[in-house]
C-alpha cells in the first residue's frame, strides 16, 4: 500500500543470493506490460505501448540482450557524426549539449545511452571549465564507445583524456609540483570511494602522472616533467607511471564493489539497503572475475530477481533528463533540443554541464520545493512548445491515431507508459473530469497534470 | 403645337434625369467622397488587376505546382481555410475569385480621417444589386461569427449596421465601413449627395494634387499620406523628431528625418508584374531643407552620390552610399545627447590607440571621401584546405583615399598593427596565427594575412569558421579595399567598374550567389533546423530544399534612394524569375513573361 502511494521505503538487507537470481516471470511478478515499462524506463528511457507490447511477446532475455546489443545502424551513426560535426562548427557547447539531446531521443540503443549518461555523471568533466567543446566530444565519443566495454580500459582512456585534464588542471603536471587533483579523484570518485586511500597514497600517485599534459587539444606525455623516482602507494613500490597507477588501483579489492553499487544506486535504486555488503558482494565478484567487464554485469542487473521486484520497482527518482527524455520517448516525442538541454540545465541536470567533479548526487536531491516547480514547468513547456510534436502529430492526434479518444483511456495508457507505480484513483478521477473530449489544449493540459502528480516522479 | 414641343421638352429632361443622374453618381470618385482632412489615403483602383497579378503570377503559379507546396497545404489549418472558403462561395452562390472580383471591382480605398480619428474603408463593387447581397451576407456572417449588430439605424433612408468596433451600409454601388460614426455620416452625407455635402473633400487638396499627379498609370496598391496634417494634428511625433540620438540610425536615415520635418506628403506606389515588385515612395524635396547639421547626408546641394561598383563574380549584396561620415562623427554634439556623446568620444579614444594617436574623427574618416561601398561575395572553397564548416561570404569595405600619399603608409601600418593586436588575442584562446605578407607592383600595394593552420585542420574539410578569413589590405590609386578575404580584395582591385547609378544609396542583393551561399552551408543549415524544430534529416532537408526552390525565383532585389532638385525618391524593386525548376532546386531559368 505504501509503495502504491509512492513512498520508499528501505528494507535493512536483501539477500545477495535471492536478489541476483535470474527472474521468472510468475503469478506475483508476471513479465507483462508494467514489468517490461519497468526494463525500458530503467535501462533506457522508456518505451512506446508497440514496443512494450513487442517486449511481452519475447523472452525477458531476449530483450535485455536485444537493449545491451547497444546496436546502431551505420546510417544513424553517421548521421550524429555529422550532426556533431555541425554543433561543433558553431563553436559553443550548449549547441553540442542539445545534440546530446537529441541523440538521447532518436538513438535505437537507448540502454547504450543511457549507460552513457551514467559515465558522463561518473567521469563528470564540465563544459563549462572545458571551454573547447571538440574536446566534450572526444570525450562524450570514448564513453559511449566504452559504455558497456572493459572498465579497467575505460579508467586507462579517461585518464589521458583532455577534457578530464582540463577539467581538473592537470594540463600541465611537472615533477616539481605534482597535480594531486586527478589522482585523489581516481581514487574516490572514480574507482575506490572515500576513505580507501590516504593523503600520502595521493601525495605518491600524483608523482606517476607527471609529465601528462595536454597540448593544442591532445594527450602530450612530456618525459622531461616525468618524475622516475620510487613511488610507494596502496601498498606497492616501484618507479610506477600513471598506466601503472591506474593498474594498481583497479586492482583493489574495493574498485568493483564501489563501481557496482554506483551502478545499483543508477539502475536499481536510489537507496541502498542499510547493510548491503550481502547484496554487493556476488555482483562485484562477478565484475571482478569477469575482468571488470561492463556488460555481463548489467546483464545480471537487467535479468535479475531484484530488479523486478517491489525493491526495485519505484525506487529511484526519475533525473530531469530520465522525466523529459522519458516522456517524449514513450510517446515518439520530438522537440527543440536546444530549448530541452537548456531547461535540463536548469533544473541542474544540464548534458555536458554536471555541477562538480562529483557529478550528480540524484536520488532525493532531485527534488526540493523549487526543482518540483521547475519539473513541472519543463513538462508544460515539453507539452505546449510549438516544435513539440508526438508521432509528427499533435498529443491529441497520435493517441487518436491509437484508438485512444476519451480521457479515462488516455490516463490508462499514460499510466502504463509513463508511471511505475499506479495513480490514485481520486487523482484519475480530477484529471478525467477535467479532460474534454477531442480538443488539443484539453488533451495537452490532461497530460501536464498527471506529470505533476507525486507518483509521476518515481521511476 | 407648343403643347407637343413642351411635351417633348418634359420628356427630354426626364429621360436626362433618368440618365444623367445615375451617371453622376457612377462618376463619383473616391477622392470627392474622402474628407481633406484625411491624413491616409490608400487606393487600389483596379483590385481585379492587382489580384490577377498576384495570383496569375507566373513565378505564383509554379511555387502553388511544386510538390512541397503541396505537401505544405496538407495541413488542418490550410483544410480549415478551404473550407472557409466553401462556405463563402456558397453563401454568395459563386466561385471565390468571381465573387471578390465582382465585390471590389470598382476599387478599394481606405482613408484614416485626422479631424475625426474615424478609419474608413469603401468599396465600390460591380453594381448596386451584388453590393446589396454583401449587404445581407455580412448581416448573416456577422451573425454566424457569433457578433451582434448592436444597433440597426436609418441614416437619410439608408440602413446603418452598427457593430462592437465598426459600423457599415452600402448606398448604390459602394458599400461603406467606419469604425467611428461622424466619419461614416460624413461619407454617406456625400456618398447621397455631393453638392449638398458640407466641407471639402481630397481632391481639393493642393498637396494631394501634386502627389497623384506623378503616380503612373498601371494598376497597383497606391497610397498618400498628409505630413503638414499629421504635423498640425501632432500625431506619429517620433517620425517628426529632430534627433533620432542614434548613431546607427542617424547613419541611415538622418537625411531623411530631416526631410520629412519639412515635406507635406509622402506617397507610396507598390505594383506587382510580370518582372516582379515594384515599390517607389516619393515626397518632395529642397536641399536647404536639411540643416546645416545634417549636411554630411547628402553633401552640398544634395548632390553626394554613391561611387562606382566593381564587377565581381558571385557579388550577392552591394551597399554604395554617400554619407560624410567624418563630419557626422565631428557633429555628434549637435546630432545625439549626451550619454551617445560620452561613448563616441571614448570609442574614439580607444580607436586612437589602434590608429597610432591620430584623430579618428578628423585625421581617419576625414581621409576619405564621403562616397563609398560595401560589397559581400560568395567564397569558394572547393580547393582551399583548411575549409571552415561555416562557409561565410568574404565582404569588404571600398574607400575612395583624399590624400593617397599621405595616407597610404598610415593605414599601412594601422593594418599591420592591427593583425599584430589580432594575433596576441588569438594566442590568448589557442587560435591559430595570422601570417602576414606585402606585395607591391607599379599598380597596387597588397597586404595580406592569412591563418596558419594547425596539424589537425590542415586537412579539414569542416574546419572552424576562422577560416573564412584572410584579412587583407589593397591600396590602388587612390581607392583603399579593406576586405575579410585576400581573394575578394585582389578581385576587387583588379575589377571593371560598372557604370555610375544616378542615387544617393543603394543596396543591392542577387539571387544566384545568395542561393548558393545557402547551398553552401546545406549541411550545417539542416542540422541547425533538426536540433531547432526536433526533425529528421530527411524532413528538416525537405524544408532547406522548400526554401531553396523559393530562392530559385528570386533575380535581385534593389533599393535606391534618389534626390532630385524637387523630390525625394525611395525606390524598391525585387525582380523575380520564373524558372524549369525540378524538385532537386537545379532550374533552367526562362524569362518570367515566357519569352
Given at each position: 500500500?505504501?509503495?502504491?502511494?509512492?513512498?520508499?521505503?528501505?528494507?535493512?538487507?536483501?539477500?545477495?543470493?535471492?536478489?541476483?537470481?535470474?527472474?521468472?516471470?510468475?503469478?506475483?511478478?508476471?513479465?507483462?506490460?508494467?514489468?517490461?515499462?519497468?526494463?525500458?524506463?530503467?535501462?533506457?528511457?522508456?518505451?512506446?505501448?508497440?514496443?512494450?507490447?513487442?517486449?511481452?511477446?519475447?523472452?525477458?532475455?531476449?530483450?535485455?540482450?536485444?537493449?545491451?546489443?547497444?546496436?546502431?545502424?551505420?546510417?544513424?551513426?553517421?548521421?550524429?557524426?555529422?550532426?556533431?560535426?555541425?554543433?561543433?562548427?558553431?563553436?559553443?557547447?550548449?549547441?553540442?549539449?542539445?545534440?546530446?539531446?537529441?541523440?538521447?531521443?532518436?538513438?535505437?540503443?537507448?540502454?547504450?545511452?543511457?549507460?552513457?549518461?551514467?559515465?558522463?555523471?561518473?567521469?563528470?568533466?564540465?563544459?563549462?571549465?572545458?571551454?573547447?567543446?571538440?574536446?566534450?566530444?572526444?570525450?562524450?565519443?570514448?564513453?559511449?564507445?566504452?559504455?558497456?566495454?572493459?572498465?579497467?580500459?575505460?579508467?586507462?582512456?579517461?585518464?589521458?583524456?583532455?577534457?578530464?585534464?582540463?577539467?581538473?588542471?592537470?594540463?600541465?603536471?611537472?615533477?616539481?609540483?605534482?597535480?594531486?587533483?586527478?589522482?585523489?579523484?581516481?581514487?574516490?570518485?572514480?574507482?575506490?570511494?572515500?576513505?580507501?586511500?590516504?593523503?600520502?597514497?595521493?601525495?605518491?600517485?600524483?608523482?606517476?602522472?607527471?609529465?601528462?599534459?595536454?597540448?593544442?587539444?591532445?594527450?602530450?606525455?612530456n618525459r622531461y616533467q616525468h618524475d622516475t623516482g620510487v613511488k610507494t602507494f596502496l601498498g606497492e613500490t616501484g618507479e610506477f607511471g600513471g598506466e601503472e597507477a591506474v593498474r594498481i588501483v583497479l586492482k583493489q579489492q574495493s574498485a568493483p564493489e564501489f563501481v557496482v553499487s554506483k551502478l545499483l544506486r543508477f539502475f536499481v535504486m536510489d537507496e541502498l539497503p542499510q547493510r548491503h555488503s550481502d547484496l554487493i558482494e556476488p555482483?562485484?565478484?562477478?565484475?571482478?572475475?569477469?575482468?571488470?567487464?561492463?556488460?555481463?554485469?548489467?546483464?545480471?542487473?537487467?535479468?535479475?530477481?531484484?530488479?523486478?521486484?517491489?525493491?526495485?520497482?519505484?525506487?529511484?527518482?526519475?533525473?530531469?533528463?530520465?522525466?523529459?527524455?522519458?516522456?517524449?520517448?514513450?510517446?515518439?516525442?520530438?522537440?527543440?533540443?536546444?530549448?530541452?538541454?537548456?531547461?535540463?540545465?536548469?533544473?541542474?541536470?544540464?548534458?555536458?554541464?554536471?555541477?562538480?567533479?562529483?557529478?550528480?548526487?540524484?536520488?532525493?536531491?532531485?527534488?526540493?520545493?523549487?526543482?518540483?516547480?521547475?519539473?513541472?514547468?519543463?513538462?508544460?513547456?515539453?507539452?505546449?512548445?510549438?516544435?513539440?510534436?508526438?508521432?509528427?502529430?499533435?498529443?491529441?492526434?497520435?493517441?487518436?491515431?491509437?484508438?485512444?479518444?476519451?480521457?479515462?483511456?488516455?490516463?490508462?495508457?499514460?499510466?502504463?507508459?509513463?508511471?511505475?507505480?499506479?495513480?490514485?484513483?481520486?487523482?484519475?478521477?480530477?484529471?478525467?473530469?477535467?479532460?474534454?473530449?477531442?480538443?488539443?489544449?484539453?488533451?495537452?493540459?490532461?497530460?501536464?497534470?498527471?506529470?505533476?502528480?507525486?507518483?509521476?516522479?518515481?521511476? | 403645337?407648343?403643347?407637343?414641343?413642351?411635351?417633348?421638352?418634359?420628356?427630354?429632361?426626364?429621360?436626362?434625369?433618368?440618365?444623367?443622374?445615375?451617371?453622376?453618381?457612377?462618376?463619383?470618385?473616391?477622392?470627392?467622397?474622402?474628407?481633406?482632412?484625411?491624413?491616409?489615403?490608400?487606393?487600389?483602383?483596379?483590385?481585379?488587376?492587382?489580384?490577377?497579378?498576384?495570383?496569375?503570377?507566373?513565378?505564383?503559379?509554379?511555387?502553388?505546382?511544386?510538390?512541397?507546396?503541396?505537401?505544405?497545404?496538407?495541413?488542418?489549418?490550410?483544410?480549415?481555410?478551404?473550407?472557409?472558403?466553401?462556405?463563402?462561395?456558397?453563401?454568395?452562390?459563386?466561385?471565390?475569385?468571381?465573387?471578390?472580383?465582382?465585390?471590389?471591382?470598382?476599387?478599394?480605398?481606405?482613408?484614416?480621417?485626422?479631424?475625426?480619428?474615424?478609419?474608413?474603408?469603401?468599396?465600390?463593387?460591380?453594381?448596386?444589386?451584388?453590393?446589396?447581397?454583401?449587404?445581407?451576407?455580412?448581416?448573416?456572417?456577422?451573425?454566424?461569427?457569433?457578433?451582434?449588430?448592436?444597433?440597426?439605424?436609418?441614416?437619410?433612408?439608408?440602413?446603418?449596421?452598427?457593430?462592437?468596433?465598426?459600423?457599415?451600409?452600402?448606398?448604390?454601388?459602394?458599400?461603406?465601413?467606419?469604425?467611428?460614426?461622424?466619419?461614416?455620416?460624413?461619407?454617406?452625407?456625400?456618398?447621397?449627395?455631393?453638392?449638398?455635402?458640407?466641407?471639402?473633400?481630397?481632391?481639393?487638396?493642393?498637396?494631394?494634387?501634386?502627389?497623384?499627379?506623378?503616380?503612373?498609370?498601371?494598376?497597383?496598391?497606391?497610397?498618400?499620406?498628409?505630413?503638414?496634417?499629421?504635423?498640425?494634428?501632432?500625431?506619429?511625433?517620433?517620425?517628426?523628431?529632430?534627433?533620432?540620438?542614434?548613431?546607427?540610425?542617424?547613419?541611415?536615415?538622418?537625411?531623411?528625418?530631416?526631410?520629412?520635418?519639412?515635406?507635406?506628403?509622402?506617397?507610396?506606389?507598390?505594383?506587382?508584374?510580370?518582372?516582379?515588385?515594384?515599390?517607389?515612395?516619393?515626397?518632395?524635396?529642397?536641399?536647404?531643407?536639411?540643416?546645416?547639421?545634417?549636411?554630411?547626408?547628402?553633401?552640398?546641394?544634395?548632390?553626394?552620390?554613391?561611387?562606382?561598383?566593381?564587377?565581381?563574380?558571385?557579388?550577392?549584396?552591394?551597399?554604395?552610399?554617400?554619407?560624410?561620415?567624418?563630419?557626422?562623427?565631428?557633429?555628434?554634439?549637435?546630432?545625439?545627447?549626451?550619454?551617445?556623446?560620452?561613448?563616441?568620444?571614448?570609442?574614439?579614444?580607444?580607436?586612437?590607440?589602434?590608429?597610432?594617436?591620430?584623430?579618428?574623427?578628423?585625421e581617419v574618416l576625414g581621409a576619405f571621401s564621403p562616397a563609398m561601398q560595401l560589397l559581400v561575395a560568395r567564397q569558394d572553397f572547393s580547393e582551399v584546405r583548411p575549409a571552415p564548416a561555416i562557409r561565410l561570404p568574404a565582404f569588404a569595405l571600398i574607400l575612395t583615399m583624399d590624400d593617397p600619399e599621405t595616407m597610404r603608409p598610415e593605414l599601412r601600418r594601422t593594418f599591420q598593427s592591427a593583425i599584430g593586436f589580432f594575433n596576441?588575442?588569438?594566442?590568448?584562446?589557442?587560435?591559430?596565427?595570422?601570417?602576414?605578407?606585402?606585395?607591391?607592383?607599379?599598380?597596387?600595394?597588397?597586404?595580406?594575412?592569412?591563418?596558419?593552420?594547425?596539424?589537425?585542420?590542415?586537412?579539414?574539410?569542416?574546419?572552424?569558421?576562422?577560416?573564412?578569413?584572410?584579412?587583407?589590405?589593397?591600396?590602388?590609386?587612390?581607392?583603399?579595399?579593406?576586405?575579410?578575404?585576400?581573394?575578394?580584395?585582389?578581385?576587387?582591385?583588379?575589377?571593371?567598374?560598372?557604370?555610375?547609378?544616378?542615387?544617393?544609396?543603394?543596396?543591392?542583393?542577387?539571387?544566384?550567389?545568395?542561393?548558393?551561399?545557402?547551398?553552401?552551408?546545406?549541411?550545417?543549415?539542416?542540422?541547425?533546423?533538426?536540433?531547432?524544430?526536433?526533425?529528421?534529416?530527411?524532413?528538416?532537408?525537405?524544408?532547406?530544399?522548400?526554401?531553396?526552390?523559393?530562392?530559385?525565383?528570386?533575380?535581385?532585389?534593389?533599393?535606391?534612394?534618389?534626390?532630385?532638385?524637387?523630390?525625394?525618391?525611395?525606390?524598391?524593386?525585387?525582380?523575380?524569375?520564373?524558372?524549369?525548376?525540378?524538385?532537386?532546386?537545379?532550374?533552367?531559368?526562362?524569362?518570367?513573361?515566357?519569352?
Amino acid at each position: 500500500m505504501d509503495q502504491q502511494r509512492g513512498v520508499i521505503l528501505m528494507e535493512n538487507e536483501i539477500d545477495g543470493n535471492w536478489a541476483w537470481s535470474s527472474f521468472v516471470p510468475g503469478a506475483e511478478v508476471p513479465w507483462d506490460l508494467k514489468a517490461a515499462a519497468h526494463l525500458y524506463r530503467r535501462a533506457g528511457f522508456g518505451a512506446t505501448r508497440e514496443m512494450l507490447e513487442n517486449a511481452v511477446s519475447r523472452d525477458v532475455c531476449d530483450v535485455v540482450d536485444e537493449l545491451l546489443s547497444g546496436d546502431e545502424p551505420e546510417s544513424f551513426r553517421l548521421q550524429m557524426s555529422r550532426l556533431a560535426a555541425a554543433a561543433l562548427a558553431s563553436g559553443k557547447a550548449e549547441q553540442l549539449s542539445a545534440w546530446w539531446g537529441y541523440r538521447l531521443l532518436s538513438t535505437p540503443a537507448q540502454c547504450l545511452e543511457k549507460t552513457t549518461v551514467f559515465w558522463h555523471g561518473h567521469f563528470a568533466t564540465g563544459a563549462d571549465k572545458v571551454t573547447d567543446p571538440g574536446l566534450m566530444l572526444t570525450q562524450n565519443e570514448l564513453l559511449r564507445l566504452s559504455a558497456f566495454g572493459d572498465f579497467g580500459e575505460l579508467v586507462g582512456k579517461i585518464s589521458r583524456d583532455p577534457a578530464m585534464l582540463v577539467y581538473l588542471d592537470s594540463a600541465t603536471n611537472r615533477k616539481a609540483h605534482p597535480n594531486e587533483n586527478f589522482s585523489r579523484e581516481l581514487m574516490e570518485l572514480f574507482c575506490l570511494g572515500e576513505g580507501r586511500y590516504s593523503e600520502v597514497d595521493i601525495r605518491e600517485m600524483a608523482r606517476c602522472f607527471t609529465g601528462w599534459e595536454v597540448r593544442r587539444g591532445e594527450f602530450r606525455f612530456n618525459r622531461y616533467q616525468h618524475d622516475t623516482g620510487v613511488k610507494t602507494f596502496l601498498g606497492e613500490t616501484g618507479e610506477f607511471g600513471g598506466e601503472e597507477a591506474v593498474r594498481i588501483v583497479l586492482k583493489q579489492q574495493s574498485a568493483p564493489e564501489f563501481v557496482v553499487s554506483k551502478l545499483l544506486r543508477f539502475f536499481v535504486m536510489d537507496e541502498l539497503p542499510q547493510r548491503h555488503s550481502d547484496l554487493i558482494e556476488p555482483l562485484a565478484r562477478e565484475f571482478r572475475e569477469t575482468g571488470l567487464q561492463i556488460r555481463p554485469v548489467l546483464r545480471r542487473i537487467l535479468t535479475s530477481r531484484l530488479f523486478y521486484s517491489r525493491y526495485s520497482t519505484g525506487r529511484r527518482i526519475k533525473s530531469p533528463v530520465e522525466l523529459a527524455i522519458g516522456l517524449l520517448r514513450c510517446l515518439e516525442g520530438t522537440t527543440n533540443t536546444q530549448e530541452l538541454s537548456e531547461s535540463l540545465r536548469q533544473l541542474g541536470q544540464g548534458l555536458l554541464y554536471p555541477p562538480s567533479v562529483k557529478g550528480w548526487d540524484g536520488g532525493r536531491t532531485w527534488i526540493n520545493s523549487s526543482t518540483l516547480l521547475g519539473r513541472s514547468n519543463l513538462v508544460r513547456r515539453l507539452i505546449t512548445n510549438q516544435n513539440t510534436r508526438f508521432g509528427k502529430k499533435s498529443l491529441r492526434e497520435y493517441l487518436s491515431d491509437q484508438g485512444l479518444k476519451r480521457p479515462f483511456e488516455m490516463i490508462e495508457a499514460f499510466e502504463k507508459m509513463l508511471f511505475a507505480v499506479p495513480i490514485p484513483v481520486a487523482a484519475k478521477e480530477r484529471i478525467e473530469s477535467l479532460m474534454r473530449p477531442g480538443t488539443d489544449v484539453s488533451t495537452n493540459e490532461g497530460l501536464h497534470a498527471l506529470c505533476t502528480l507525486p507518483e509521476f516522479h518515481l521511476c | 403645337m407648343l403643347r407637343s414641343l413642351r411635351n417633348v421638352c418634359v420628356m427630354l429632361v426626364m429621360v436626362y434625369g433618368l440618365t444623367v443622374m445615375p451617371l453622376a453618381a457612377q462618376d463619383l470618385r473616391p477622392i470627392d467622397v474622402v474628407p481633406a482632412t484625411a491624413v491616409l489615403y490608400l487606393e487600389i483602383s483596379d483590385p481585379v488587376a492587382v489580384m490577377a497579378s498576384v495570383i496569375d503570377h507566373a513565378v505564383m503559379k509554379q511555387i502553388t505546382g511544386l510538390d512541397v507546396f503541396r505537401r505544405a497545404t496538407e495541413t488542418p489549418e490550410f483544410y480549415r481555410a478551404i473550407a472557409a472558403r466553401k462556405f463563402f462561395e456558397l453563401q454568395m452562390g459563386m466561385e471565390w475569385r468571381a465573387a471578390v472580383e465582382a465585390i471590389g471591382q470598382k476599387g478599394v480605398y481606405f482613408a484614416v480621417d485626422g479631424k475625426t480619428r474615424g478609419n474608413i474603408l469603401l468599396v465600390r463593387g460591380r453594381d448596386e444589386q451584388i453590393m446589396q447581397d454583401v449587404r445581407l451576407k455580412l448581416l448573416e456572417l456577422t451573425r454566424l461569427g457569433g457578433d451582434q449588430i448592436r444597433k440597426l439605424e436609418t441614416y437619410r433612408d439608408i440602413p446603418v449596421y452598427r457593430l462592437e468596433k465598426f459600423g457599415f451600409a452600402v448606398v448604390r454601388d459602394w458599400l461603406v465601413v467606419s469604425n467611428n460614426s461622424e466619419a461614416g455620416k460624413l461619407l454617406l452625407d456625400r456618398l447621397l449627395d455631393l453638392s449638398a455635402a458640407d466641407g471639402e473633400s481630397l481632391s481639393g487638396v493642393k498637396s494631394f494634387g501634386e502627389a497623384s499627379a506623378a503616380r503612373s498609370a498601371e494598376p497597383g496598391v497606391w497610397s498618400w499620406v498628409h505630413l503638414e496634417n499629421l504635423r498640425a494634428l501632432g500625431l506619429a511625433e517620433g517620425l517628426f523628431a529632430e534627433r533620432t540620438e542614434n548613431p546607427l540610425a542617424e547613419l541611415l536615415f538622418g537625411g531623411i528625418q530631416s526631410v520629412l520635418r519639412k515635406a507635406q506628403w509622402v506617397s507610396t506606389e507598390l505594383q506587382m508584374t510580370a518582372q516582379g515588385l515594384n515599390l517607389k515612395t516619393s515626397m518632395p524635396f529642397a536641399a536647404d531643407w536639411i540643416p546645416e547639421s545634417r549636411q554630411w547626408y547628402f553633401g552640398q546641394d544634395a548632390q553626394g552620390r554613391v561611387p562606382a561598383v566593381p564587377e565581381v563574380p558571385e557579388t550577392l549584396m552591394t551597399l554604395q552610399a554617400y554619407r560624410g561620415v567624418s563630419e557626422m562623427w565631428l557633429r555628434a554634439g549637435d546630432l545625439f545627447d549626451e550619454q551617445t556623446n560620452d561613448r563616441m568620444a571614448e570609442a574614439e579614444s580607444n580607436l586612437g590607440t589602434i590608429f597610432g594617436g591620430r584623430d579618428f574623427g578628423e585625421e581617419v574618416l576625414g581621409a576619405f571621401s564621403p562616397a563609398m561601398q560595401l560589397l559581400v561575395a560568395r567564397q569558394d572553397f572547393s580547393e582551399v584546405r583548411p575549409a571552415p564548416a561555416i562557409r561565410l561570404p568574404a565582404f569588404a569595405l571600398i574607400l575612395t583615399m583624399d590624400d593617397p600619399e599621405t595616407m597610404r603608409p598610415e593605414l599601412r601600418r594601422t593594418f599591420q598593427s592591427a593583425i599584430g593586436f589580432f594575433n596576441i588575442v588569438g594566442a590568448q584562446q589557442g587560435q591559430p596565427q595570422l601570417e602576414m605578407d606585402i606585395q607591391k607592383s607599379d599598380v597596387m600595394d597588397v597586404i595580406t594575412s592569412h591563418y596558419v593552420a594547425q596539424k589537425k585542420d590542415q586537412a579539414n574539410p569542416a574546419a572552424p569558421v576562422i577560416y573564412n578569413f584572410s584579412p587583407t589590405a589593397v591600396f590602388f590609386g587612390d581607392q583603399f579595399v579593406l576586405s575579410s578575404s585576400e581573394s575578394l580584395a585582389r578581385t576587387i582591385a583588379e575589377a571593371r567598374r560598372l557604370p555610375l547609378e544616378d542615387a544617393h544609396t543603394a543596396v543591392a542583393v542577387e539571387g544566384t550567389p545568395l542561393r548558393a551561399v545557402l547551398n553552401d552551408n546545406r549541411e550545417q543549415l539542416i542540422s541547425q533546423n533538426m536540433l531547432q524544430k526536433g526533425q529528421t534529416h530527411d524532413e528538416a532537408e525537405a524544408e532547406f530544399q522548400v526554401i531553396l526552390q523559393l530562392m530559385e525565383y528570386l533575380q535581385n532585389a534593389k533599393l535606391r534612394l534618389v534626390p532630385s532638385e524637387s523630390q525625394l525618391t525611395l525606390e524598391a524593386a525585387v525582380q523575380l524569375q520564373a524558372t524549369g525548376s525540378t524538385e532537386d532546386g537545379s532550374a533552367a531559368r526562362g524569362n518570367s513573361d515566357g519569352k
